[in-house]
């Protein structure tokens, strides 16, 4: 897809909670011995992903100077999200004195209910409907006690303020390409506290088929290959996976490495694949090429190629994501439980 | 405050909305009708987001709405523009005289598990 | 007609009453009252409460009181105001004798703190304070004195046992008191180690919840000597306010409140602090103690940790303090508490306090507050 007008990256934010959890300690409690990260972020009992957006969007703000009064649409994609009904646009309508006169949803569809808000808003923008518009991924991921995924569920989240490319971007949108089937990998039922998954089906079917027929579909279309790209940020459920299909599309580690926050912060869920741009971003020099292939379960995949402009250089995000993964502290089993209100009272 | 009540102060709760004397200038957070030093009319005034810890307590005795996760830090912090303030503070073990801390959105409490959530101001050190 | 004068008292001892209620309390006092006094004509009753109806329990007390006890043909007013409750009872009660509108009032408090969990109790407590500062900022009334302590600590170079000096000198007293929740005597150490409220302040620098009912017989003065009634009068009063937020005053330190409050009574007293040798002031915590008592102007501000280090305030000493153990160890059944205070300088004043006598009283000086020194309350008594 190209939108008719250019539109692109006007500012970015991002925020990543200050606590972590090393996989070692969930590992020794269920006497287990997988360690598929090194650790993962979770949140302070205050924060969720309306507290998290928030940070992101109002740091996209600040260090991009966007005007508050052009922006026309604010779209949080979560699988955490505080309300079922009452989308968390609206709190930050009001906590970021942003007008009144907008749009704002809460988007679904798992980890990349984000990269699809981005869609969404590139078109509105595009056509001019709007001036500008933040989307945004944030999460404060279920980790099911006992289950796999519980190593990796983190909490965390990135904002991205779109505008036309005449207003001055630090990226300009190149294509994108977006790819869905009815694959039920993982979800969760209405009023259900933790999803499911089909554990290996997570995989092959999910994972791998979606993320390469959205960039290969991408590349198709437009004629990219694997070289023209200086990075390429994946969707990091764990340290295999983006990895693998990295490898599998034909892109060597460096390009993948400055997007690779999963290590130490965890799958941040639909901040994930936002969170790795943003970190790219952080160091990306004028006339770099960037992939962002996202995915969500269900399931389905955003990919989208940014070249970054000379305007990168006044508006990159203060601080970086590196000063926020060094702020963090480390926590045991039963603050994460008490923060994560997994105790019953 | 109740949940209709919560409503009405909430941009001040979210965003340090204060006011300002249109007389002789004093400034007060929380925002108030008339001005404390020459009883004149006041104007919204936003508060600067970015301050440091003048004093600060733990909160042991807890009450009801912010009794559910322990003992937590409240502060009088001093805001850039010399406003002094009370706040929470949050993501800090050990608050420090002098840390430079900034606003954020954070939770404060809700109306039981499936009432209203109250969101509002909270401070935590600067980042980086 | 004369100054509204004291004719007599009524009161439970201070504690937790588990089985019986704010009436039953109410009924006690006021009874041992019109009793032991021979108080039998009630023009009006007035009486402080600062819970109930945030427990949930009875709004409208003072009407529930005076149905409990078949005075119908009685003015009835309840006040709610923490622990000026029953100040605020007490000063209108003054003024409708002032008046002449009324020859013989009943007035005091009640309260029932044992009837809540915690965390109710420290909420209901602390709403005193502006609702704002409690809901949105976290503050309780205790961490709120905890950081003007900390404050005044570093203004005025107080050490930490300084703070608690007062503490110390309310149990000794209270020790000799019948009427005490409290009796048990604490040293300074105690105070400093004991478990933290919110710091520096532990449980022995603050006031705990207490139960209690006290209730005097407030009459004209003519009225009162025409009927054989001994009492003590009520010279002066004042009160006065200012700003809830403690950051707004010029120093959060400073208790304007209760300066303002005191210059008014005085004034109207005709005399000078100077001629003041008792007090009964309101003081849930040591640090607002010191406060109080720099608000007085008996020594330059910060002076009074040393005053009462060197007995100032001692029952022995000059300007005999909380004689029976103030707030902290007498106790705080917040609604009745001002009430208590007026029992007490009573039986100063007929020297009926027993163990806690002071000799030679002149005027005696009571003090309650609204919260932090939001609003505050001075009455001087003498004379008899």
């Known amino acids: 897809m190209k939108p008719g007008n250019d539109v692109g990256i006007y500012g970015y934010g991002a925020y990543i909670p200050r606590y972590f959890i090393e996989n070692k300690l969930i590992s020794s409690l269920w006497k287990r011995d997988a360690q598929p990260i090194q650790s993962k972020s979770f949140p302070n009992y205050d924060e969720d992903t309306i507290t998290i957006s928030f940070e992101a969007a109002l740091r996209a703000i600040e260090s991009s100077k966007a005007p508050r009064e052009k922006i026309g649409a604010i779209f949080i994609g979560s699988e955490s999200k505080p309300y079922a009904v009452k989308p968390s646009g609206t709190v930050l309508v009001d906590a970021l004195g942003l007008p009144r006169n907008i749009l704002s949803a809460d988007y679904e569809f798992a980890c990349k209910a984000g990269t699809e808000a981005m869609q969404t808003v590139f078109a509105l923008v595009s056509s001019g409907m709007i001036e500008m518009g933040i989307a945004i991924g944030a999460d404060t991921a279920q980790g099911r006690p006992g289950d796999e995924l519980e190593y990796t569920a983190a909490a965390g989240g990135a904002a991205y303020i779109i505008s036309r490319v005449d207003e001055g971007v630090l990226a300009r949108l190149e294509a994108s390409y977006s790819y869905v089937s009815d694959t039920p990998d993982f979800w969760r039922r209405s009023g259900e506290d933790y999803p499911r998954h089909l554990y290996r089906f997570t995989g092959e079917p999910a994972y791998f088929h979606h993320i390469m027929s959205s960039v290969k579909g991408l590349f198709e279309e437009y004629g990219y290959q694997p070289s023209d790209f200086t990075y390429a940020i994946f969707h990091q459920p764990n340290y295999k996976f983006p990895t693998r299909v990295a490898a599998k599309l034909g892109f060597t580690r460096e390009q993948i490495k400055p997007g690779l926050v999963v290590p130490l912060v965890g799958n941040t869920y639909s901040g994930s694949s936002l969170l790795g741009l943003a970190a790219t971003l952080d160091i990306a020099k004028p006339g770099d090429k960037i992939l962002l292939a996202s995915f969500g379960s269900g399931a389905g995949s955003d990919a989208m190629v940014f070249e970054v402009t000379d305007i990168i250089e006044e508006r990159r995000m203060v601080p970086p994501v590196s000063k926020m993964i060094s702020r963090m502290s480390p926590g045991d089993y039963s603050t994460y439980a008490l923060y994560r209100d997994m105790l019953k009272r | 405050m109740t949940e209709i009540s919560d409503w009405i102060y909430r941009i001040s709760r979210y965003r340090l909305v204060g006011s300002k004397c249109v007389n002789c200038g004093e400034v007060s957070y929380p925002p108030r009708l008339t001005c404390f030093k020459c009883g004149s009319e006041m104007a919204e005034y936003q508060l600067p987001r970015r301050g440091k810890v003048l004093y600060h307590t733990v909160v042991k005795s807890l009450p009801e709405r912010y009794n559910r996760y322990g003992a937590y830090h409240v502060a009088i912090v001093e805001l850039e523009d010399g406003t002094r303030v009370f706040g929470l503070l949050t993501d800090v073990d050990n608050p420090e005289k002098g840390m430079e801390v900034e606003a954020v959105l954070r939770r404060l409490y809700t109306y039981g598990v499936n009432g209203k959530i109250i969101y509002g101001v909270k401070f935590r050190p600067v980042i980086g | ?384």
């Not at chain 3, 009334?141 to 309310?170: C, D, N, Q, T, W």
């Not at chain 3, 306090?353 to 001087?380: E, P, T």
């Open chain 3, 1 to 384: 007609m004369g100054s509204p004068v004291v004719v007599g008292v009524g009161y439970t001892k201070v504690g937790e009453y588990w089985d019986k209620d704010a009436f039953q309390l109410a009924y006690t006092a006021i009874k041992s009252l019109m009793d032991e006094y021979g108080v039998s004509d009630v023009d009006a009753l007035y009486v402080g409460n600062a819970l109930a109806g945030y427990y949930g329990r009875q709004l409208a007390i003072a009407s529930h009181v005076a149905d409990a006890l078949s005075f119908y043909d009685t003015a009835v007013s309840t006040f709610s105001s923490g622990g000026a409750s029953s100040a605020q009872a007490i000063y209108n009660a003054v003024l409708g004798v002032a008046s002449g509108q009324f020859k013989s009032v009943i007035v005091g408090g009640v309260e029932k703190m044992s009837e809540e969990l915690p965390a109710k109790v420290v909420r209901g407590t602390s709403l005193v304070e502006n609702s704002f500062l409690v809901d949105f900022n976290g503050l309780t009334g205790f961490s709120l004195h905890a950081l003007v302590a900390k404050i005044y600590m570093e203004e005025f170079g107080l050490k930490r046992e300084e703070l608690s000096i007062l503490p110390v000198l309310e149990h000794e007293n209270s020790s000799k008191s019948r009427h005490s929740q409290f009796r048990n005597r604490i040293s300074l150490e105690m105070v400093v180690n004991a478990p933290s409220v919110a710091e520096p302040l532990t449980i022995f620098d603050v006031s705990a919840p207490g139960d209690g009912a006290a209730f005097i017989a407030i009459m004209d003065e003519d009225y009162a000597r025409k009927n054989g009634f001994k009492y003590v009068k009520i010279l002066g009063m004042g009160s006065a306010s200012q700003p809830a937020n403690p950051l707004e005053r010029a120093s959060p330190y400073m208790f304007e409140a209760t300066s303002r409050a005191l210059e008014k009574a005085l004034a109207k007293a005709g005399i000078t602090i100077e001629e003041v040798n008792h007090l009964e002031i309101y003081n849930p915590t040591s640090i607002s103690g010191l406060l109080i008592l720099d608000s007085l102007g008996l020594n330059k501000r910060g002076a009074s940790a040393k005053m009462v280090s060197e007995g100032f305030f001692s029952l022995d000493g000059k300007v005999p303090l909380n004689t029976f153990g103030g707030a902290k160890a007498r106790g705080d059944p917040k609604g009745a508490v001002t009430a208590y205070q007026f029992v007490e300088a009573f039986l100063q004043h007929m020297n009926m306090a027993g163990d806690n006598q002071v000799g030679d009283i002149r005027y005696s000086l009571i003090h309650s507050m609204v919260g932090f020194d939001i609003s505050s309350y001075v009455f001087i008594l003498g004379g008899g």
